[in-house]
């Protein structure tokens, strides 16, 4: 794609916000009206009173809407509109199957079937078009770290949208970092989408944060999920060696990664179903270690900038401090799940 300014991300950024941020009261009110609330009628349940969901809704339409628009706006092609579509595409599909979770409530597995399927298409999509950004020379290898990664960054997002602003915020800081990546790194795809990406949920941030008023609900946790992680998947880091090039990826998204993992860990050893809803998330650790909610998720976005800014300066410095940075932060996140997992889960 063709190299644009600086100013152009920003304000591709700005219209997603804006558009969304108007969008998003429209999407309350439908939901209120149709009866679409997310009812507090479960133990791993954290607010007290129904909160309309939908907001995911705003975020794919506004998303896909300044995404097609900046595209037709800026370079056309059927080159271009095809490589948008086959990064869109599926996120609006497992996007519309959250929907229907959100009105429906699907059983676990079509959701892990659902996301599975769209896993297998992307891997095989980035191998036939040889665009994926890191590669271990091993097709069925890079094929299988890919359904991985996208099945396991679609959980983590939706697992992580379990406090007010939690999800919204983290995915927003990400996207940011990668888009500053990936136009510093020349790929101006994986930067413009990132730059929607990052406005759209600080858009919806406006009114989910604490106290929410909306819920992006699973339509815009698998939504902002295949995306987040087919765009992580793309993104070629401008690193100096194989290990650190993955590493740039996951630090990326290490928080929503760390929860997920706690969780799960935390429920197998307690013989409990991973998929099964609970208390045991970072967010509500440190709310009962004492923390307010929202300086919960303060400290949670303060730790996924953290991990972010490491990632975005590996591609500024040499060898050997990009080993010791990158070492460093996974012996971070190392001591975090040990901490973490220690706190009490309920």
């Not at 990668?178 to 930067?191: D, E, N, R, S």
């Not at 698998?222 to 070629?236: K, M, Q, S």
Request: hydrophobic content about 55%; glycine content about 8%.
């Amino acid at each position: 794609m063709v190299r644009i300014f600086a100013w152009e991300y920003l304000a591709l950024g700005f219209t997603a916000l804006v558009v969304v941020g108007v969008l998003t009261p429209y999407a309350r009110r439908f939901a209120i009206s149709h009866q679409i609330y997310d009812v507090p009628n479960s133990s791993h349940k954290s607010h007290v009173e129904p909160i309309p969901y939908l907001g995911g809704l705003a975020i794919i339409i506004g998303t896909i809407v300044i995404a097609y628009a900046a595209l037709f706006a800026r370079e056309f092609s059927a080159k271009n509109l095809a490589l948008e579509t086959s990064v869109l595409g599926p996120a609006l599909l497992l996007g519309m199957v959250g929907l229907w979770d959100d009105i429906k409530n699907l059983k676990p597995l079509p959701r892990l079937i659902m996301q599975s399927t769209v896993g297998v298409f992307t891997a095989i999509l980035l191998l036939v078009t040889n665009t994926m950004g890191t590669q271990t020379g091993h097709a069925w290898l890079d094929g299988l770290i890919t359904l991985i990664w996208i099945v396991g960054i679609c959980n983590s997002i939706n697992f992580f949208d379990n406090v007010d602003g939690g999800a919204a915020g983290t995915v927003a800081i990400s996207s940011i970092a990668l888009a500053y990546l990936g136009y510093q790194g020349g790929q101006y795809f994986v930067a413009a989408l990132s730059a929607v990406v990052a406005g759209a949920t600080i858009g919806f941030l406006l009114w989910n944060r604490s106290p929410a008023r909306i819920y992006m609900g699973d339509a815009g946790a698998l939504f902002l999920g295949v995306l987040i992680a087919t765009l992580t998947i793309r993104f070629h880091p401008h690193a100096q060696t194989k290990w650190t090039s993955f590493s740039t990826k996951i630090l990326l998204l290490a928080v929503p990664i760390l929860d997920t993992s706690v969780a799960v860990t935390s429920r197998l050893l307690r013989r409990v179903s991973p998929f099964q809803g609970g208390q045991d998330h970072l967010s509500h650790r440190l709310i009962r270690a004492g923390l307010e909610r929202r300086i919960a998720v303060f400290v949670l976005w303060g730790m996924t900038a953290g991990f972010a800014l490491c990632a975005a300066v590996i591609p500024s410095v040499s060898r050997l401090t990009e080993e010791i940075l990158v070492g460093g932060a996974v012996a971070v996140w190392i001591m975090m799940f040990s901490l973490f997992l220690r706190t009490s889960d309920t």
